[in-house]
Structures are given as structure tokens and as C-alpha cells.
């Protein structure tokens, strides 16, 4: 599902195309985990840089793709939370993909704003192992 278009703000291809139509059905392709939960892997759609990984429930997937902006649930404060609405580096949707099983997500974002990391970071991919 592809969300790009020519203006800067996000765009949502829903109740306006085809899309729309094929979205109830390609939700019940996604493998919810016990908690309801499905990873969702953020990507910058210009850098191909790793931002974040969150968790989505099937509401917030919904709000996602109606949206166009990365809404997310949190698993530490339970309760929806739509990326940049307090940091103000919210993500624009680009396109959404899921793996081959349909338990993993991949969002292909413009990332606006100082980054997708709550430390300041670009991303919270910025530590490394050894």
C-alpha cells in the first residue's frame, strides 16, 4: 500500500481508491500476536536507514493507514500513541509491506523533525554490539 504523493503532508489512500477497498481484508493477512500486537519496523524511505521498532495493534495499524503518520500502541504506558505529536518528529507514511508469515511489518516513512529516537537520536538503531 503506497501513500506518496505531491504534497509534503501525509496522504492516505483510503476511501479514495481501490486500496481502500482491498484494507479489511489485507488486515485479516496480519498475524496478531497473544497481546493483539504485531512489530512494525520503521524505515526511512529516502535514507533506507533503520528509525525504530514499535508495536502496532489493529486499531493503530488502522489509524496508520487512514492517517498517513505512524500511531503505534505502548507496551510500557498501554495506551495509543501517534509518533511526533508531543517531539514533534512525527513520520509520514510512505508505503507499508509485511513479511511472508504477516507477523512482522515494514513502514517505509519521511521521517520530519530531529529523528525517530525519544533520546535525540536519529535512530534508535545508533548503539552497536562489540
Request: hydrophobic share 35%.
Amino acid at each position: 500500500m503506497s501513500f506518496r504523493d505531491a504534497s509534503s503532508g501525509p496522504t492516505s489512500p483510503l476511501g479514495t481508491s481501490s486500496e481502500a477497498l482491498a484494507f479489511p481484508k489485507l488486515l485479516g493477512e496480519i498475524s496478531f500476536d497473544l497481546d493483539g500486537l504485531v512489530p512494525a519496523i520503521i524505515q526511512d524511505d529516502t535514507t533506507n536507514a533503520v528509525l525504530m521498532l514499535g508495536y502496532m495493534s489493529a486499531e493503530t495499524l488502522s489509524m496508520t493507514l487512514e492517517q498517513g503518520r505512524t500511531v503505534f500502541w505502548s507496551r510500557s504506558r498501554q495506551e495509543i500513541w501517534r509518533k511526533g505529536d508531543t517531539s514533534g518528529n512525527e513520520q509520514r507514511v510512505r508505503s507499508v509491506h509485511y513479511d511472508c508469515d504477516g507477523d512482522t511489518l515494514l513502514i517505509r516513512v519521511e521521517q520530519v523533525g530531529d529523528g525517530a529516537c525519544h533520546t535525540g537520536e536519529y535512530s534508535c538503531f545508533y548503539r552497536k554490539l562489540g
